[in-house]
């Protein structure tokens, strides 16, 4: 039972509210975490409009495991929120609230939804996120007014179809389940993308899309080619040519249990300077050859796997020994397995001979039919619009194109356009809605372009002019594609951060073929600088040069070479170097606003993080104590360490080196400031809502709807309700103790 003061706090709650007539009560679990039950006396307050117990903005659960019958008898409730409890059960008289608007239920411990919840008809909002549900009733459908839905965080290994009857649903979160019956190329995409496939699947005659992709990986003279002509035709050419880019090629497999599948091969290039745009094409879906022979010098191992297990999620991986015929070499297979748990298995072949090529088949068909989503359900309009497209046999087709055909087929342009998202996503062809210039063609055979692409980077008069070109040199470069089309490959090339025009000479630089080296001439004053590091358990390649291609507008007097930038903002500059060797990317900012500017480069840094399934990174501060100011070699304390310390109350820390007591307020280099912007901002928009709100938590629940906040340069995330106690305490001229902004509450 709640101990009787937190009863008797609950209490009085309920008598203020029975005396001033209010039709609100919240009983939030910022106060309220040791309550174990729903005092009766709640649900004799029938005139309620709004009733909250735990909370929809964060903080602690409370120890409410069930919703008493009693609930029934508030038939004015509007809003309801329930959510940051511990309730197993929805009781049926909840249901009978059908006057209902929103209804919050997050962070609790519900294992079903009763079809009862179809009555609650007049709900906009209903949130069930961070629960345990396995199953969401297809009645759902009813609740036509709804507006958003939250199902995030749950154990759904099916989604209902009827949510496409949900006309009026406008959010709809569905991440971190189990959903195998949606495509993961839909869920990815938005509410109404996830809508129109459902509303397709339920009025359309379906078939199941027996397809995956099979990704042959492995540096350059390993004979991938071979092993895909061998594996796919059954045949071996001793004159085979190396891959330029990617090759695509269809395999038509079946098994036991599946007459027809479909295999797209991709055959990628080994070359370094592509890996930049391999990146867009390792993707989930997918099983992996990663090809290597045992030659003298050793194969890096590492890099590959590391690559295929950050940019495709985890995928399985099937290590190849090629050219077995001529020399085997040994691996630690249970070593590698242990380190990376997606490698599911080891061969060894002979694209020349033949030998081991039959169980290769054999286990890429055991494998692939198993991955995951595997038997996905489609309209069956769409698979007939896709095999249409197919067999114009063209590179490329323009947008206004397939939109007439797809109208041939009753499909307007909204569904036309959830049509190619999907295929683009899946990669079969590549059509970037979010492109002006892109949007206008849909790209049929992806190899096509890349391949554009490549021979660009490859071109011997780009590589000598550092990778310069312009829209004339590309007239010879580019000679077999049409010259209409070069303006969109260079926006491809834009959009996978390959190049940026140089202000506006009308010239373009690929990065990538920069100088690696550090200019001689590099003039940089490295005193009282700020020092932050990005340190690597695996460094990809590639993100210095999409670095500078985002950034470009602030290079600064063309300061830039593959490994390196300077850039410029008002009076401050930043250096950022890129150390791949040491797995490591090293900025000094100089200048007045060393906060601003860092924000910026963090920024950056963390978007292409993102695109890389983010990896294992250390943000890494520099010691300011009197000896790492001397050293050439400074100790760096872990930024995560220093934040922990810093919301803690921690003044100082001792630097590992000197064993100097360091000021952390100094460490963060500037944040004070952001940090003093960000509070006075809340404070002024607190002073606005408390103007036209009485207590705390109406305070508190106004400002955590209308405030959108972001983290500041340090990311430091923001507990709203903690700002507003302080506010309140100050405005009663309590003695305030602290400026800085507390840290996001959490579970």
């Known amino acids: 039972m709640a101990n009787q003061k937190i009863l008797s706090i609950v209490r009085a709650a309920i008598d203020e509210v029975r005396r001033s007539g209010k039709k609100e009560l919240y009983l939030d679990s910022a106060h309220f975490a040791d309550l174990d039950h729903i005092p009766g ?17 964060g903080g602690r659960r409370t120890n409410v495991t069930e919703i008493p019958s009693a609930i029934g008898r508030l038939t004015r ?8 409890n511990r309730i197993q059960h929805l009781p049926p008289e909840l249901f009978e609230l059908r006057s209902l608007r929103q209804l919050y239920l997050a962070h ?9 919840i179809s009555s609650l008809t007049e709900l906009r909002k209903l949130d069930l996120s961070h629960n345990r549900l396995t199953l969401i009733p297809p009645s759902i459908s009813d609740l036509l007014h709804l507006e958003t839905l939250d199902l995030n965080n749950n154990a759904l290994a099916s989604l209902p179809l009827t949510i496409g009857k949900l006309d009026r649903l406008i959010r709809l979160s569905v991440s971190r389940n189990q959903i195998k019956n949606v495509p993961l190329e839909i869920l990815s995409q938005p509410t109404e993308a996830i809508r129109n496939y459902c509303r397709a699947v339920l009025a359309d005659q379906t078939v199941r899309l027996y397809e995956a992709k099979l990704l042959i990986v492995g540096e350059g003279g390993v004979c991938k080619s071979s092993l895909l002509n061998r594996l796919a035709y059954g045949s071996f050419s001793e004159t085979e040519t190396t891959t330029e880019g990617i090759d695509i090629h269809r395999w038509t497999i079946s098994s036991d249990s599946i007459k027809s599948f479909r295999v797209n091969i991709w055959d990628f290039g080994g070359q370094e300077i592509h890996h930049a745009t391999h990146q867009f094409f390792l993707t989930k879906r997918s099983l992996y050859l990663f090809v290597w022979i045992a030659r003298s010098d050793e194969v890096d191992f590492d890099y590959w796997l590391n690559i295929i297990r950050l940019l ?90 397939y939109l007439e055909m797809c109208a041939g087929y009753g499909l307007d342009a909204e569904h036309a356009d959830f049509m190619s998202l999907y295929y683009h996503d899946l990669g079969v062809f590549l059509h970037f809605q979010d492109n002006y210039i892109l949007r206008n063609i849909i790209f049929l055979k992806p190899e096509w372009a890349t391949a554009a692409v490549y021979k660009l980077i490859d071109t011997k008069e780009v590589i000598k002019r550092q990778g310069r070109f312009t829209f004339q040199s590309l007239r010879q470069i580019w000679s077999d594609y049409p010259v209409e089309k070069h303006v969109q490959l260079v926006e491809l090339m834009k959009k996978f951060e390959l190049c940026f025009q140089i202000g506006d000479s009308g010239e373009y630089i690929v990065p990538e073929l920069l100088p690696p080296s550090t200019p001689t001439a590099l003039e940089w004053n490295y005193a009282d600088n700020l020092r932050f590091e990005f340190h690597y358990d695996f460094m990809p390649s590639g993100i210095l040069t999409r670095f500078i291609v985002i950034t470009h507008h602030l290079i600064f007097r063309d300061s830039y070479w593959k490994n390196g930038v300077i850039l410029k903002r008002s009076d401050t500059r930043c250096l950022v170097i890129s150390d791949p060797f040491n797995r490591k990317i090293q900025v000094w900012v100089d200048g007045e606003d060393k906060a601003d500017l860092m924000a910026i480069v963090r920024e950056r840094v963390e978007y292409i993080h993102g695109t890389l399934n983010h990896p294992a990174v250390k943000e890494m501060l520099k010691c300011v104590c009197s000896e790492c100011e001397r050293s050439d070699e400074p100790f760096f304390f872990e930024y995560a360490t220093l934040k922990k310390f810093y919301f803690k109350g921690k003044g100082e820390i001792p630097c590992s080196h000197s064993a100097e007591d360091v000021s952390i307020e100094r460490l963060l280099g500037g944040i004070e400031n952001t940090r003093r912007s960000v509070d006075e901002e809340i404070l002024e928009a607190l002073k606005m809502i408390a103007s036209k709100n009485e207590d705390e938590e109406s305070v508190a629940r106004k400002a955590n709807e209308i405030l959108e906040l972001k983290p500041n340069f340090m990311g430091i995330g923001i507990n709203i309700n903690e700002i507003v106690r302080r506010f309140f305490r100050d405005s009663r001229g309590e003695q305030r103790d602290d400026l800085a902004l507390p840290p996001a509450g959490g579970d």
């Open 41 to 57: 006396e709640v649900f004799e307050l029938t005139e309620l409009e709004t009733l909250s117990i735990g909370s929809a903005y």
């Open 77 to 84: 409730l509007t809003t309801l929120v329930l959510a940051k």
């Open 108 to 116: 609790n411990d519900l294992t079903t939804v009763p079809d009862g």
């Open 312 to 401: 495709s999620n985890n995928s399985p991986v099937l290590i190849v020994l090629n050219k077995a015929d001529e020399r085997i070499k040994m691996l630690d297979e249970r070593f590698i397995q242990q380190r990376f748990t997606n490698v599911i298995g080891f061969l060894r072949v002979s694209a020349r001979t033949g030998a081991g090529i039959a169980d290769l088949a054999d286990r890429i068909k055991r494998d692939i039919v198993a991955l995951e989503h595997v038997g996905n359900v489609l309209p069956r309009v769409w698979v007939t619009v896709r095999e249409e497209l197919e067999k114009l046999n063209r590179a490329f087709v323009d947008y206004r194109e």
